[in-house]
């Protein structure tokens, strides 16, 4: 079975831009996470989907929004670039079976610079 | 919401030795602890988890347990080799909450 895949695996933005990422999670797996990891702030969870729909919300700005298609592929955008948006950004796909319902795998991630 | 402190940053240990790194949590609401390695340039693959009603759960050379009532939970790894060299991450959810890791630690085997 397939894991998760991200693309593009690297992009470089200037600020100001946006920019748009891609996850298509593990076949039959319905939900799935983002998340952003810095060296700073480690790894930090962004939202979730799960049937198109966004169950839960970290605490980021409104810049940062996503969406999930009815196939579970997820995109996530960023608006208006800053610098401090410069990260790798991981997505993780779940069956949300009730064995399972917590276990989460990811994905390579994206590595978003910002200049 | 919840908070997780992990513990120690970097450990440095003999091949052939254990390892044993530590997190708490804040949230008693929590009852799903997962424990992730990462390697360089890929994303975390999960290794091993427990749920709160476990106080304790083994796959061959790695063991996690889980003290409800302190808060705190930890990861045991026995006879280490070279490829178990990694950045370790816990984590920590509740409910519908998504995962909430600690800062990670860089585990070195040395040889």
């Known amino acids: 079975k397939a894991g998760v895949t991200q693309t593009p695996r690297y992009l470089i933005k200037t600020r100001g831009q946006q920019v748009t990422l891609s996850c298509s999670p593990i076949s039959g797996h319905r939900s799935v996470s983002w998340y952003q990891q810095t060296p700073g702030q480690g790894l930090q969870f962004l939202f979730e989907?799960?049937?198109?729909?966004?169950?839960n919300k970290g605490n980021f700005p409104g810049r940062f929004s996503g969406r999930q298609f009815s196939n579970s592929r997820s995109e996530m955008n960023v608006s208006t670039l800053e610098l401090g948006d410069s990260a790798l950004y991981l997505c993780?796909?779940?069956?949300?079976?009730?064995?399972?319902?917590?276990?989460?795998?990811f994905g390579p991630g994206t590595r978003l610079t910002v200049l | 919401g919840e908070n997780v402190e992990q513990h120690p940053s970097t450990l440095s240990v003999q091949e052939g030795d254990s390892a044993v790194i530590k997190c708490t949590y804040s949230?008693?609401?929590?009852?799903?602890f997962p424990w992730y390695k990462q390697e360089l340039g890929k994303g975390p693959q999960l290794i091993i988890d427990?749920?709160?009603?476990?106080g304790e759960k083994k796959d061959q050379r790695i063991a996690v347990t889980l003290n409800k009532t302190a808060k705190h939970f930890s990861l045991h790894i026995t006879e280490t080799q070279p490829e178990d060299s990694a950045v370790y991450f816990c984590a920590a959810r509740g409910g519908a909450d998504g995962l909430t890791f600690g800062k990670g630690t860089h585990l070195i085997i040395q040889p």
């Open positions: 993780a796909s779940s069956s949300l079976s009730p064995q399972t319902d917590n276990e989460q795998f």
């Open positions: 949230d008693s609401a929590s009852n799903y």
């Open positions: 427990i749920r709160s009603n476990v």
């Open positions: 989907y799960f049937s198109e729909t966004q169950r």
